[in-house]
């Protein structure tokens, strides 16, 4: 699996219960083969993926394909990635409070 496939593949994973009364934008910056450009929505209880960037977003994150991934699948410390900038977040904030939901930690 691809960050690409990862990222456009939320909204199946992500119960609509859980985004209830909330809304945001991200964008996923992502360098390399399986990488591109990706924006989630959540809005009206529903997380909407969609390739390129939409709207503006609430927070911007940006990595290289292999990076994202070793995060994901636990390889790499999403705290060691943002220090050692592997991993590159404009409103942490908002990322923690959706981490969880999109099982992103």
């Not at 496939?5 to 859980?18: C, D, T, W, Y």
């Not at 910056?29 to 709207?55: F, M, P, R, S």
């Not at 940006?62 to 991993?87: F, H, Q, S, W, Y």
Request: aromatic share 4%.
């Amino acid at each position: 699996m691809t960050a690409k496939e990862f990222l456009m593949g939320l909204p199946e994973k992500v119960r609509p219960e859980a985004l209830e009364g909330l809304q945001t934008i991200f964008h996923f910056e992502i360098d390399g083969e399986g990488g591109g450009q990706v924006t989630v929505k959540v809005e009206d209880g529903a997380c909407i993926a969609e390739e390129g960037l939409q709207g503006d977003a609430k927070c911007v994150v940006k990595a290289k394909e292999d990076n994202l991934m070793n995060v994901l699948r636990g390889k790499i410390n999403p705290l060691m990635a943002l220090l050692t900038g592997k991993l590159k977040i404009s409103n942490q904030g908002e990322m923690l409070k959706y981490a969880k939901i999109f099982g992103l930690m």
